[in-house]
């Protein structure tokens, strides 16, 4: 079973009106400084939590590109493990997405980085059989894990985490306590 993990890109810089002669493109907005930051220790509390994706799946926004890219560095992805799927850009199409996701290994690990309203409404697809909105909110950085057990006749899942970066900073900080703790007790020994 595909194990499916969906992080929503950091936090982006202000989009312009497009009128503006300033404004920059909606696919061109990257991510702010305080964006990159809790990309940084998302990450980490990924690494702590041994996340080993195979490969990591990602909008060509630069927004989640580089959300993608800050991820993949920190969990040591291999090179080549880094893709850019036309399928997660804000007006991607589900199921070309499905299709994409069905040519996967079935025992593949593989993070997906993209953009909400598509992100929530694909959890809330594959758990719930529904598109409805509202049924899973996914903050900025945030992560859903889920068991792919199903893409035929109509894509399937079990919901595993739903994490907002808050929880996974909490994550980061109980499991660097505990390492701490274990080298007190070895120096003990």
């Known amino acids: 079973m595909v194990q499916l993990y969906i992080l929503r890109h950091g936090e982006a810089g202000k989009r312009m ?5 300033s ?9 702010t400084a305080a964006g990159r930051d809790e990309v940084k220790e998302v990450a980490r509390a990924l690494a ?6 195979d490969l990591v799946a990602t909008s060509p926004l630069a927004r989640a590109r580089e959300t993608a890219e800050i991820v993949a560095k920190t969990l040591k992805v291999k090179k080549g493990g ?3 799927w036309a399928e997660l850009k804000p007006e991607g199409r589900r199921p ?12 593949a690990s ?3 980085v993209g953009h909400e309203p598509n992100l929530s409404t694909i959890t809330a697809e594959m758990v719930f059989g529904t598109a409805s909105p509202g049924k899973v909110v996914l903050k900025k950085a945030g992560l859903a894990k889920l ?6 006749p ?8 739903l994490l907002a970066p808050k929880h996974l900073k909490k994550m980061l900080g109980s499991a660097a306590a505990e390492e701490e703790e274990k080298k007190g007790r070895s120096k003990k020994s």
């Open 48 to 53: 702590a939590l041994k996340v080993r994706p």
């Open 96 to 107: 070309d997405f499905y299709k994409k996701l069905a040519q996967l290994k079935p025992e």
């Open 154 to 161: 109509r894509p399937q899942a079990e919901l595993r985490w």
């Open 110 to 112: 593989v993070m997906i």
């Open 82 to 84: 880094l893709e850019e």
């Open 17 to 21: 009106p497009a009128a503006s002669s």
């Open 147 to 152: 068991t792919v057990t199903s893409l035929h």
């Open 23 to 31: 404004s920059i493109g909606d696919d061109r907005r990257s991510l």
